[in-house]
């Protein structure tokens, strides 16, 4: 399954008051999946706070004790992806018995369903088909089913029918926990002062604990030098400035696109099909707030437009937000997606 990451185990999940319920429950799924209540298995949180790594574990081990399971794991933007494509290419039916098939279905960051309605629906039959057979459900999500916006209801109410453990920043004594284990693994040992110290200074995620842990060692390795506390202290502070980078007119593009289900390059054609129309639009007043592009270079970039389309543009968004409801949760869905990456 190259889906599956074996690097990500229950074995290396350290475990805490953060994740305890959510990890256990894991544990019983992998046991005996489709044969508890938690299906589907929901695990929320925040970015960073492990819900890939849990996920990804539970389907290692159900690999690992029934390797005749068929365990697919698919972040739900790939799944997005991938029926866009079979509507394009006419293989929605190969698309959907592929999906009916599994045993298991992992998927990932289900928030990303916002807004793509046709995605959607086939996730929904697809879901019942699953559940209905006894197979087992396994989702994350950046937020509990209850506060998911652009969701159907109805697949909002599938989604609450089993169980919904959240992830939360582990405890200072988790976080070292999962320090320590990161060194052992990498057969580095740092001194304890330095552990603690990351570990009190980076308390909003394990993805930047980890990352920074991974630059002090690597600084360790390379330079063959010992970390102490004053080199740590200085090269952590070096870590958390991580000035954030540019966004590009390709990247708002290729967001809006996913968003909407539209294929990429149809917003640069000359198409008024409504939804590319409206595609297209959003793409300039993002390029126009996000990027310092002049209104000239962003018309040119959206399909050798004049600037006077993109304050057209621009002024149709302002007009939406303010008085469609939907259209600004779209908005401001993007908007967030864009001030992550
Ligand atoms: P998310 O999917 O919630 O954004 P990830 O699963 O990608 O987060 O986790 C980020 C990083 O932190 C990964 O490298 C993961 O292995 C690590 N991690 C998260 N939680 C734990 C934990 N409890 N024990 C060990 N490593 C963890
Ligand atoms: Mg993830």
């Given at each position: 399954?190259p ?8 074995d ?20 005996k ?20 790594h ?14 005749d399971?068929?365990?697919?794991y ?7 992806q ?5 509507l394009?290419n ?16 992992i998927m990932?960051?289900v928030?990303?369903f ?17 559940h ?7 989702l994350?999500?950046?937020k ?6 652009g ?11 089993g ?11 988790t976080r ?5 284990k ?8 740092l ?11 980076i308390?909003?995620?394990v ?16 330079n063959?030098k010992d ?7 200085q ?11 540019e966004?590009?007119?390709e990247?708002?593009?290729k967001?809006?696109?996913?968003y ?5 390059d ?6 008024r ?13 993002l390029?126009?707030?996000?990027t ?27 007009d ?10 779209y908005v ?10």
């Amino acid at each position: 399954d190259p889906q599956l990451n074996s690097n990500y185990t229950f074995d290396n999940y350290i475990e805490g008051d953060c994740n305890r319920l959510a990890r256990s429950a894991g544990y019983a799924v992998a046991a005996k999946p489709g044969g508890t209540s938690f299906n589907p298995l929901m695990i929320y949180g925040g970015v960073g706070l492990g819900k890939t790594h849990l996920a990804q574990a539970i389907g290692n081990e159900i690999k690992r004790n029934m390797p005749d399971k068929l365990v697919i794991y698919v972040s739900c933007e790939k799944f997005c992806q991938q029926f866009v494509d079979s509507l394009k290419n006419n293989t929605i039916n190969d698309f959907v018995n592929f999906y009916q098939a599994m045993d298991v279905i992992i998927m990932d960051d289900v928030h990303n369903f916002a807004g793509k309605e046709k995605t959607q629906d086939i996730f929904f039959h697809i879901f019942n088909h699953l559940h209905q057979s006894g197979k087992q459900v396994i989702l994350s999500s950046d937020k509990p089913p209850k506060d998911l916006a652009g969701l159907e209801e109805r697949l909002l109410s599938r989604f609450k029918w089993g169980l919904s453990a959240d992830l939360q920043i582990p405890d200072l004594e988790t976080r070292i926990a999962i320090l320590r284990k990161k060194m052992y693994a990498d057969g580095i040992e740092l001194p304890a002062e330095v552990v603690e110290y990351v570990a009190h200074n980076i308390d909003n995620n394990v993805r930047e604990l980890e990352g920074a842990m991974v630059s002090l060692l690597a600084q360790s390795t390379l330079n063959k030098k010992d970390i102490d506390l004053a080199l740590a202290k200085q090269m952590l502070k070096n870590f958390i400035k991580n000035t954030s980078k540019e966004i590009s007119m390709e990247y708002i593009q290729k967001l809006v696109c996913e968003y909407f289900e539209v294929p990429v390059d149809m917003v640069k054609s000359q198409t008024r099909k409504r939804e590319i129309v409206q595609a297209r639009q959003i793409s300039m007043y993002l390029s126009k707030s996000h990027t310092k592009s002049s209104l000239k270079t962003i018309g040119a970039f959206f399909g050798g437009r004049d600037h006077s389309t993109v304050i057209y543009a621009c002024q149709t968004v302002e007009d939406l937000i303010d008085t469609d409801k939907k259209f600004k949760g779209y908005v401001y869905d993007i908007q967030k997606k864009l001030k992550m990456s």
